[in-house]
């Protein structure tokens, strides 16, 4: 489950118009959506859009109903919500995501939901990909995917196992050892920490480097019984 901490960093009232529609697009918090209501209240097209989006709190589009002397329009809300199909959400966000310059793919980067950072991990940017890593609600689901992933860049896989609270998952330390994209020098240093079973698997597998292979093999014969 993502925590629901404060996106620090970002100032919602300077922040553009496209950043903040696509973390609404993303948003799971009613938070995020009361946040970006109470200091845009300047903003009337800030607000409008906050006014018209499918998944707008219904206490926050009352708000700004009042502020802007506007209907709520609730039951066209609901209506858009249920027409909205998960995937074409996503291919929205990714196409609004396209648009933006690095900086604003960064600050999403840093700040955004689930989706947001699934798009933006394979960004092309390398600044943008490793905010991704830095994005506080980031779980360790995703660092697994990422750990084990064999497209993602070799500095994504430094960051991760950099990170000590993430090499305290299991997971995440085996799809690292186990990627073949992991630098030698991070995988032979993790080797340590695989369970025997795991050894045993990674001593047969034909995508590893030798190297991590041998390291492998050396573990194993050492923890046989004399």
Partial sequence: MENSRPLLGLDFSLA???V????????????LFEEIARTNKTRPEILRLLHTHPDTPEEVRISISALLHLPTS???????????????????????????????????AMKGGREIRG????????????GVLDNQKITDTEVEMIARSRSISDEALRRIAKNRDWLKNYSIVF?????????????VGLVGNLKTKDLVILEKNKNVPEIVRSAGKRLLAARKPK
Avoid: C, F, H, Y
């Fill in 119 to 130: 798009i933006l991990i394979k960004d092309t940017n390398k600044e943008v990909m490793l």
């Fill in 16 to 18: 553009s118009k496209e």
């Fill in 20 to 31: 903040l529609e696509i973390l609404i697009d993303d948003a799971s918090d009613p938070a």
């Fill in 175 to 187: 799809a690292l050892v186990t990627n073949p994209k992991t630098p030698p020098g991070i995988s």
């Fill in 74 to 108: 609730s039951s066209s809300a609901a209506a858009a919500r249920a027409e909205r199909p998960r995937e074409v959400r996503t291919q929205n966000i990714l196409q609004k995501i396209q648009t933006l310059s690095v900086s604003e793919r960064l600050q999403l």
